[in-house]
């Protein structure tokens, strides 16, 4: 093997790589100037338009119409009104002739072809495979929420194979396979869907009705006017029988929780936890408890009376009285509610007082502590005639159950939400805003 020629060798030296400020100090950039964003260029607001459509089509005027007529303005913390004519032209810029034209057309029935032809034909579509099937879930369906029965998708599931299972005895019970496509598609054909529940009840309200008959029937005879005794002394004429409207009084007592945690919030489509933020721990199940009185004729005579948990004693108890509202009287009880003690204080100290010695009806609900034999004849002894409200009929006539409870806490909701204070809600009834 020959032997290598005599030469150099060639070296190749390892160089640190050059940051980007001097790899980029030599390449010349480009000329002219830079672009702009979008949101910093200069652009002409639009023109306000003034009339949209030369001509209206018909569906047109009826959603312009629909509108008109849907409550949608808030007034209040419950409560919605219908738009008026100046409102329903500011939003759809049409002139109000055209409004008044509209409404006097639909009243005559001129839309009416229209809203047929828009309406779907029946019969229309894919026929349902299992149609027998579904008649028959559906008539059970109606049945059981008849009764006031819980209906969830279990429910659909079991009875619907078991249905299956009837009607179809030579079909294999795999061939129904209880899908969501199928599942959303019966609920969709026949108009049900999941609601959240608004009241529960033991009894059907047409059970009812010859108990509410027959306490209507004691509050008219009560009313009647009484003959004279042998002194002499009989009852006068007054509103309503021998009854004025200040002396028909209902009181009722409603728990209130310390933070309102519903259950239920809007939340971003999409995220698995939904959680919300309490002021301390546990005080979504603490509650007080309200008692609120009313009079026929709407004049606020007697305070509102707030239970809290408690015995009342102690320096920081004793401090914090100092800033309850006058308005408002506020007692102590180990389990937050009114018993037979707190009841007849309240007759003597705030009922009585109220009523100038007049006749008086009073409407309670049959809680113990309304029906004691003491409490019965310190009523008796006030000329105070108590109607006691069938069972499970106070959300049907009972006038606080009815309009004023609802109400009270949506207020009472907003009013807190305002408080720099993660205390109690019902900081703001008890002490009286600077």
């Not at 400020?21 to 023109?47: C, D, M, T, V, W």
């Not at 005895?169 to 396979?177: C, D, G, R, S």
């Not at 009585?352 to 034999?373: G, M, Q, S, V």
Request: hydrophobic share 35%; charged share 25%.
């Amino acid at each position: 093997m020959p032997a290598k020629a005599a030469g150099r060798t060639k070296v190749r030296p390892v160089l640190a790589p050059l940051p980007a400020n001097r790899f980029y100090a030599g390449i010349k950039k480009k000329s002219g100037p830079k672009r702009q964003l979008l949101s910093e260029k200069l652009r002409a607001p639009p023109r306000p338009v003034e009339n949209p459509y030369q001509s209206y089509t018909v569906s047109y005027r009826l959603r312009v119409l629909s509108y008109w007529e849907t409550p949608s303005i808030p007034i209040g913390p419950t409560k919605l009104r219908k738009p008026m004519r100046i409102e329903v032209m500011q939003r759809f810029q049409i002139p109000g002739p055209n409004l008044t034209r509209w409404r006097k057309e639909e009243a005559e029935g001129k839309y009416l072809e229209h809203r047929k032809s828009q309406q779907r034909d029946s019969g229309g579509g894919r026929k349902t495979k299992w149609e027998e099937m579904e008649k028959k879930l559906y008539d059970q369906f109606r049945v059981r929420r008849a009764t006031g029965g819980f209906v969830r998708r279990g429910w659909f599931r079991q009875v619907s194979k078991a249905i299956f299972g009837e009607t179809y005895p030579a079909e294999p019970l795999t061939n129904f396979a209880f899908s969501n496509g199928w599942f959303r598609g019966f609920l969709g054909r026949h108009r049900i869907s999941l609601r959240v529940v608004t009241n529960k009840s033991s009894q059907l309200p047409s059970d009812f009705g010859e108990e509410i008959v027959n306490w209507m029937r004691f509050n008219r005879g009560n009313s009647q006017l009484r003959p004279d005794d042998e002194r002499g002394l009989g009852d006068s004429a007054a509103t309503i029988g021998r009854y004025c409207l200040s002396n028909i009084v209902n009181m009722d007592q409603t728990p209130l929780p310390f933070q309102y945690l519903e259950g239920q919030t809007y939340n971003n489509i999409g995220d698995r936890t939904i959680w919300v933020q309490g002021s301390q721990s546990g005080w979504d199940k603490r509650q007080g408890t309200v008692q609120l009185t009313v009079c026929a004729d709407g004049v606020p005579r007697i305070k509102p009376l707030v239970f809290f948990r408690g015995l009342g004693v102690g320096g920081g108890i004793l401090k914090e009285k100092e800033s309850y509202d006058s308005r408002v009287d506020v007692k102590f009880n180990p389990k937050a509610y009114a018993n037979t003690e707190n009841f007849l204080q309240w007759i003597e100290e705030q009922l009585i007082p109220a009523l100038d010695n007049r006749p008086t009806i009073l409407a309670l609900d049959l809680f113990a502590a309304h029906k004691t034999e003491e409490v019965l004849d310190t009523f008796f002894a006030n000329d105070i005639t108590v109607s006691l409200i069938p069972g499970g009929c106070t959300s049907l006539v009972q006038p606080l159950d009815v309009s004023i409870n609802r109400p009270f806490k949506d207020i009472l909701k907003v009013k807190k939400l305002k408080l720099t204070s993660p205390c109690s809600a019902l900081y703001y009834i008890l002490k009286r805003p600077s």
